[in-house]
């Protein structure tokens, strides 16, 4: 499962450069996994959660941002979910998370910001162990500093991904909005 899929960065550089190896390729996330047992942040670095566990015999959505107050993610991805709360609650959603390769200050402040506070669980991924547990990151070492997650959103039920939505560039903001996921629900 998702142990299968970290490898060592020395083993990723030979499977990229097309170096045969005996260990088996990274494959991303997909219907029908289970989210990765893989500690995040949430409010402080000593508060740790699990997403395997927030999610166990619940129903819900689990998004990524590229980075917390960035021109996306701030005016147009975490807004809209905040927005349709009322509605993906009523299709039965019982968590909603937002993942960020940011520190989880940083994330807790962002969901002041922006009214998330009480509806959308903010947490951090400063190493993005999570996030490459998935398969997830993405070199933005140029515009914002290092590694980070892609774009995405997810339907999850008791752990398990029932619809994930990847957006192909890694940063737009088309399939993983909550008005196209509302519809997987």
């Known amino acids: 499962m998702f142990a299968s899929r970290l490898l060592s960065n020395t083993a990723r550089q030979f499977v990229r450069r097309g170096i045969a ?4 390729t990274n494959m991303p996330a997909k219907v029908g996994d ?3 047992n893989v500690p995040l942040m949430e409010n402080n670095p000593g508060n740790k959660v699990n997403l395997e566990e ?7 959505i689990l998004f990524a941002v590229p980075g917390a107050f960035t021109p996306t993610c701030h005016k ?3 807004p809209g979910y905040v927005e349709d709360y009322d509605k993906l609650k009523a299709k039965g959603v019982e968590v909603i998370a937002c993942v960020s390769v940011n520190d989880p200050f940083v994330m807790e402040a962002w969901g002041e910001n922006s009214g998330a506070t009480g509806k959308i669980r903010m947490l ?7 996030t490459k547990a998935l398969e997830m990151d993405f070199d933005a070492s140029g515009p914002l500093g290092n590694v ?4 995405y959103s997810m339907v999850v039920v008791d752990s398990v991904i029932k619809a ?14 909550s008005n196209s ?3 997987q629900l």
């Open 124 to 130: 951090a991924d400063p190493q993005a162990e999570f």
């Open 21 to 24: 190896t005996s260990q088996t």
């Open 54 to 60: 927030i999610f166990r015999n619940k129903k819900g």
């Open 34 to 36: 289970r989210l990765p």
């Open 76 to 78: 147009t991805h975490l």
């Open 164 to 177: 994930i939505n990847v957006e192909p560039d890694n940063v737009g903001a088309t399939c993983s909005l």
């Open 181 to 183: 996921i509302v519809n």
């Open 148 to 151: 980070r997650s892609k774009r």
